[in-house]
T-cell receptor, first 113, second 112 residues
Framework: KAGVTQTPRYLIKTRGQQVTLSCSPI?????VSWYQQTPGQGLQFLFE???????NKGNFPGRFSGRQFSNSRSEMNVSTLELGDSALYLC????????????FGPGTRLTVT | GQQLNQSPQSMFIQEGEDVSMNCTSS?????WLWYKQDPGEGPVLLIA?????ELTSNGRLTAQFGITRKDSFLNISASIPSDVGIYFC????????????FGTGTRLKVLA
């Protein structure tokens, strides 16, 4: 069974631009979570989607948003990029929010210049 | 952001040695997960623990869910060079929302 896929793998953007990242969960998984990973802050939870609804949100500004489609694929968007948004963005899927085993994708490395 | 205390922060060991690391929290969790992350890749799930006191093995890896539900331990026996990487614990919150809190990571380096 194919794992979690994320596209693109690498991205370079300029301050002030916006970016959209995509995540396809493991087949059959309906819950998708997004995380930001930086050397200083580690892995930080952004938000979780299930059945096209955002169920939980971490402590990030409103510039970070996401959505989930009917096929469980998810996208996250960051508007008005700042230098501090440079990070590895990871997507994780699980069967449902109540099933605790999450499986991560390879991540999208975003660099903001 | 919120992170769990994980120790040691890093360790160098000789091939064949056993390794121990732990994760502590001020909060109670109902699930603990252990992941390994290689450079440039996403974390890979190693072991999941669901009950206080539970001891679970996956090959050379053994993890335990602390009795207080505020800590967890991971042991790697007879380490090999491919064990190199960063190991993360993650606790799943019991109250309020469903979300994971991750540890600060333990960087493991194995000397052949």
């Amino acid at each position: 069974k194919a794992g979690v896929t994320q596209t693109p793998r690498y991205l370079i953007k300029t301050r002030g631009q916006q970016v959209t990242l995509s995540c396809s969960p493991i087949s059959g998984h309906r819950s998708v979570s997004w995380y930001q990973q930086t050397p200083g802050q580690g892995l930080q939870f952004l938000f979780e989607y299930f059945s096209e609804t955002q169920r939980n949100k971490g402590n990030f500004p409103g510039r970070f948003s996401g959505r989930q489609f009917s096929n469980s694929r998810s996208e996250m968007n960051v508007s008005t990029l700042e230098l501090g948004d440079s990070a590895l963005y990871l997507c994780a899927s699980s069967f449902s929010p109540g099933v605790y085993e999450q499986y991560f994708g390879p991540g999208t490395r975003l660099t903001v210049t | 952001g919120q992170q769990l205390n994980q120790s040691p922060q890093s360790m160098f060991i000789q091939e064949g040695e056993d390794v121990s690391m732990n994760c502590t929290s001020s909060s109670i969790f109902n699930t603990w997960l252990w992941y390994k992350q290689d450079p440039g890749e996403g974390p890979v799930l190693l072991i999941a623990l669901y009950k206080a006191g539970e001891l679970t093995s996956n090959g050379r890896l053994t993890a335990q869910f602390g009795i207080t539900r505020k800590d967890s331990f991971l042991n790697i026996s007879a380490s090999i060079p491919s064990d190199v990487g960063i190991y993360f614990c993650a606790g799943h919150f019991t109250s309020g929302t469903y979300k994971y809190i991750f540890g600060t990571g333990t960087r493991l380096k194995v000397l052949a």
